[in-house]
């Protein structure tokens, strides 16, 4: 309920300090704080949290709604038109606009606060990669498809490159670290894409690796149940599938349920009903011996997700461009 407060406080933040109509700003103020706006839903539903967290909760929804009056009424007072024409240098300059975070900084940051608590450490990697990080390392041989021109966008062909996926990351973890660890990544990834609805050339990754003895398919799926359960609620439909990745054996895919089209078929979920979230599965025995590892004393799991879909799934955004175009109101 913390993120939910803390949304929608950036998003009346922004909202106030964007409208330049006063009859607007007034149905942004009963939109939140009146008799059945936002901040008293908050506060009716109160009753649902658990009790030890209700006096946090209840304390964050009050400062919420204070900061929501201050803020429309610094801009009715600055929307009165001025009586004074004299210049006075002594007046304390304008505050200067408030901003807020993009949509995709908002889900990053919620993603690394629960892979946090699940034990995982915040990593990062270098955007122009080589094809040892990017590809040889990670299982994928020199005539495998990933390596095409038309997938990869290179800078120095053949060795220097955008990274196509923050797997690249990943190698560097299992060459660098030493086991037991457990790191997530995230950041941007290119490839050569026909720019559509839900694809483009810049795209985020997040990215999740472990590595320790003992550890199994179990472990993962217990691992990216929590994580879907936590970030997209309780009662989004969850499936996994068997599914082929060079870097991964056995290799699976986690979807969820599609929010535009409630399952019936839309250009988001590509007519399927159901958003592929993410792949994942156990590090692929030949890469845990590209970097000293051997399979029968330790094991680990890896998963890559595409970031962009999430973000639009949880902002109700139908078209990825709409990310990175430059319309401020997301």
């Given at each position: 309920?913390?993120?939910?407060?803390?949304?929608?406080?950036?998003?009346?933040?922004?909202?106030?300090?964007?409208?330049?109509?006063?009859?607007?700003?007034?149905?942004?103020?009963?939109?939140?704080?009146?008799?059945?706006?936002?901040?008293?839903?908050?506060?009716?539903?109160?009753?649902?949290?658990?009790?030890?967290?209700?006096?946090?909760?209840?304390?964050?929804?009050?400062?919420?709604?204070?900061?929501?009056?201050?803020?429309?009424?610094?801009?009715?007072?600055?929307?009165?038109?001025?009586?004074?024409?004299?210049?006075?240098?002594?007046?304390?300059?304008?505050?200067?606009?408030?901003?807020?975070?993009?949509?995709?900084?908002?889900?990053?940051?919620?993603?690394?606060?629960?892979?946090?608590?699940?034990?995982?450490?915040?990593?990062?990697?270098?955007?122009?990669?080589?094809?040892?990080?990017?590809?040889?390392?990670?299982?994928?041989?020199?005539?495998?498809?990933?390596r095409s021109l038309q997938d990869v966008l290179y800078i120095e062909e053949p060795e220097v490159l955008l990274r196509s996926h923050t797997?690249?990351?990943?190698?560097?973890?299992?060459?660098?670290?030493?086991?037991?660890?457990?790191?997530?990544?995230?950041?941007?990834?290119?490839?050569?894409?026909?720019?559509?609805?839900?694809?483009?050339?810049?795209?985020?990754?997040?990215?999740?690796?472990?590595?320790?003895?003992?550890?199994s398919m179990a472990d993962l799926k217990g691992t990216l149940y929590y994580f879907v359960k936590s970030f997209f609620g309780k009662h989004?439909?969850?499936?996994?599938?068997?599914?082929?990745?060079?870097?991964?054996?056995?290799?699976?895919?986690?979807?969820?349920?599609?929010?535009?089209?409630?399952?019936?078929?839309?250009?988001?979920?590509?007519?399927?009903?159901?958003?592929?979230?993410?792949?994942?599965?156990?590090?692929?025995?030949?890469?845990?011996?590209?970097?000293?590892?051997?399979?029968?004393?330790?094991?680990?799991?890896?998963?890559?997700?595409?970031?962009?879909?999430?973000?639009?799934?949880?902002?109700?955004?139908?078209?990825?461009?709409?990310?990175?175009?430059?319309?401020?109101?997301?």
């Open positions: 309920m913390r993120e939910e407060i803390i949304n929608i406080k950036n998003l009346a933040i922004g909202r106030i300090t964007d409208v330049t109509d006063t009859h607007e700003l007034e149905s942004i103020r009963i939109e939140y704080l009146g008799r059945k706006g936002k901040i008293n839903e908050l506060l009716k539903s109160i009753e649902k949290v658990p009790i030890e967290e209700r006096k946090e909760i209840g304390r964050l929804i009050n400062e919420t709604k204070q900061t929501i009056k201050i803020v429309i009424e610094n801009k009715l007072a600055n929307s009165k038109p001025k009586t004074k024409t004299s210049f006075d240098p002594t007046i304390p300059g304008i505050k200067p606009k408030l901003g807020h975070l993009h949509p995709t900084t908002i889900v990053i940051n919620e993603m690394f606060e629960i892979f946090k608590h699940l034990g995982f450490s915040i990593m990062e990697g270098p955007e122009i990669e080589t094809d040892q990080y990017n590809f040889e390392k990670l299982n994928l041989p020199k005539d495998h498809p990933a797997s690249s990351v990943e190698s560097r973890a299992l060459e660098n670290l030493k086991p037991p660890f457990r790191i997530a990544v995230a950041g941007k990834s290119f490839r050569y894409e026909k720019v559509n609805a839900s694809n483009n050339v810049m795209f985020y990754q997040f990215q999740g690796v472990a590595l320790q003895k003992g550890i989004r439909k969850i499936r996994f599938r068997c599914k082929y990745y060079p870097e991964v054996e056995p290799g699976g895919g986690l979807d969820v349920d599609c929010p535009f089209c409630k399952q019936l078929g839309c250009a988001v979920c590509k007519g399927r009903g159901w958003l592929e979230i993410l792949g994942c599965g156990m590090i692929h025995p030949n890469i845990l011996k590209n970097f000293g590892h051997s399979p029968k004393k330790i094991t680990g799991f890896a998963f890559g997700m595409g970031l962009d879909r999430i973000v639009m799934d949880k902002f109700k955004i139908k078209d990825i461009r709409s990310l990175y175009n430059g319309d401020i109101k997301y």
